[in-house]
């Protein structure tokens, strides 16, 4: 499980929150990290999974699986490292992006790890696929015990958050604001 994260200079630098902050906490369980684009979301994710040098205090035991929009993507890249990516990708050429997304999170295999970083799983879905994912996610939490760090845009991912990381002032109630706005129909 990872505890909290303390940014190095460069991913410090990449975030663009009006208060700039280093250190990041997170529950053991269920995360959402949130902000308009280009806030930071996806660096503070990438810092998770990769940086060596953000001081990140985590437990010995942690294994992390980091789901970026290029991995959640297999027409993104022609490489492949396993026949299941390759028939991933073939599945892809025929696929809409949100059924390639729902199939990579909906075809992993636990490998041991236990904290999942997700980038905007939101990506392609509609509001029932959204919906749905979330609580896939938060059935992942419940019977594996799998810590889940998910960067989004959607306020759906919100529900029944354990913390929520907001990369500017008061969005969790601006991203809920909006989102009930564009259910009003005139």
């Known amino acids: ?66 789901f970026s929009t290029e991995t959640l993507n297999p027409l993104g890249t022609r490489r492949f490292s396993s026949y299941s990516q390759m028939i991933m990708h073939s599945r892809a050429l025929f696929s809409s992006h949100g059924e390639i997304v729902r199939e990579v999170l909906g075809s992993q295999r636990y490998d041991g790890e236990n904290c999942f970083i997700i980038d905007t799983p939101e990506t392609g879905q509609d509001i029932e696929q959204c919906y749905s994912l979330h609580k896939g996610l938060k059935k992942i939490v419940e019977k594996h015990k799998i810590q889940i760090i998910v960067a989004t845009h959607h306020p759906v991912f919100l529900r029944n958050a354990n913390k929520i990381i907001e990369f500017e002032k008061n969005y969790k109630n601006k991203l809920i604001s909006l989102f009930q706005e564009s259910l009003r129909i005139e």
Do not use: W
Not at 3 to 15: G, N, P, V
């Open 1 to 66: 499980m990872i505890r909290k994260i303390t940014l190095c200079e460069k991913h410090k630098s990449r975030t663009k929150r009006k208060f700039k902050q280093a250190e990041y906490r997170f529950d053991s369980r269920y995360n959402v990290v949130i902000g308009p684009n280009q806030s930071g979301k996806s660096t503070l994710l990438e810092a998770l999974a990769t940086c060596e040098y953000c001081d990140i205090e985590k437990d010995s035991q942690t294994k992390i699986k980091f």
